[in-house]
């Protein structure tokens, strides 16, 4: 009953963050004039249809979406550790992008989160080449992690070689929400449409978390619901990536404090997953534009130093 209750509290910590994210930043909007929304002596329609709405819709799309993937990951895998960085697809994305910022500096920006989502479909591609059709979910770790450390490496040589545009790439690579608006929006809803999608595969990752042997004489397919989940799992958080850039920790973290909050039926912990990213995004979003206005601190940076003393605690419990 408790973890049921959960959800709705969660959803409303999602609207009480999106509130926020209207009345605060560089231009404070009373909560009265947001009252105001739709009226015609709405003054501050402008910044919020066209600046702080679309951040917000943004922020509950990438976190959610990040979230959602990383809970996907940890299912098939087994491992708490687990999350689409691990497996290279948001190094894939930051490599390609990083090759079209350096190589055509003059493009139109628009082209960068296409770029990235071709990087990251070609990432994931490489990992099932090298790990092959039925893979252990060791054998797919390491690879993952060999793979996104061989990309990063590739991240930082191209800007070395092209020092004159490191300042784009790095504010990419960092992951924000700033100068995002209604076209990354439309961009990423079609991507949506995959959460229920991976609300299908409730049953069957509960019981290849049971066991694998158990889920099989189940009558769960493990190479198909493996091969689904991660397939989800790539395109939900390449989308993401493609969009805002890699934010860090999202699709590690999220899904494990959802674990805390609702238990580990996925019947909660994929839903749960998914507001919690939004939770996380909207509010590390929110601090990094009120932290020193008018200056912003990009989204990523603010994840990061909230996730990594989480993950050592995390490394130090499970140890």
């Known amino acids: 009953m408790r973890a049921t209750l959960g959800l709705p509290v969660l959803l409303l910590l999602v609207a009480l963050l999106i509130v926020a994210s209207f009345m605060l930043g560089a231009v404070p909007i009373p909560l009265a004039e947001i009252l105001k929304i739709g009226q015609a002596d709405f003054a501050h329609s402008f910044?919020?249809?066209?600046?702080?709405?679309?951040?917000?819709?943004?922020?509950?799309?990438?976190?959610?979406?990040?979230?959602?993937?990383?809970?996907?990951?940890?299912?098939?895998?087994?491992?708490?550790?687990?999350?689409?960085?691990?497996?290279?697809?948001?190094?894939?994305?930051?490599?390609?992008?990083?090759?079209?910022?350096?190589?055509?500096?003059?493009?139109?920006?628009?082209?960068?989160?296409?770029?990235?989502?071709?990087?990251?479909?070609?990432?994931?591609?490489?990992?099932?080449?090298?790990?092959?059709?039925?893979?252990?979910?060791?054998?797919?770790?390491?690879?993952?992690?060999?793979?996104?450390?061989?990309?990063?490496?590739?991240?930082d040589f191209v800007m070395l070689l092209n020092p004159q545009e490191i300042n784009t790439a790095l504010l990419w690579l960092t992951g924000s929400l700033w100068g995002r608006n209604w076209v990354q929006v439309q961009l990423l809803l079609p991507w949506l449409l995959l959460v229920p999608v991976a609300l299908l595969l409730v049953k069957p990752l509960n019981l290849l978390a049971l066991d694998e042997q158990n889920a099989r004489s189940m009558g769960v397919n493990v190479p198909l619901v493996r091969f689904a989940a991660l397939a989800l799992a790539v395109c939900l958080s390449g989308a993401g990536v493609a969009v805002c850039g890699p934010v860090g920790f999202l699709g590690l973290i999220a899904p494990h404090v959802t674990r805390r909050l609702l238990g580990s039926r996925h019947q909660l912990l994929l839903p749960g997953s998914f507001l919690v990213g939004a939770i996380l995004l909207l509010f590390a979003d929110l601090v990094g534009r009120v932290i020193d206005p008018p200056i912003e601190i990009p989204a990523g940076i603010v994840t990061a130093i909230l996730g990594a003393p989480y993950f050592l605690w995390l490394l130090f419990r499970i140890k």
């Open 47 to 155: 910044t919020l249809y066209q600046y702080r709405l679309p951040r917000a819709v943004l922020a509950v799309l990438v976190g959610g979406m990040m979230a959602l993937a990383g809970a996907l990951v940890q299912g098939v895998i087994r491992n708490p550790l687990a999350s689409p960085d691990v497996l290279g697809i948001s190094n894939g994305a930051g490599l390609l992008a990083v090759c079209f910022i350096t190589l055509f500096p003059q493009s139109s920006a628009g082209a960068i989160p296409l770029v990235a989502l071709l990087g990251s479909a070609m990432a994931a591609l490489l990992l099932w080449l090298l790990v092959g059709r039925y893979p252990s979910e060791t054998r797919l770790a390491l690879t993952g992690v060999a793979l996104a450390a061989f990309f990063a490496a590739c991240i």
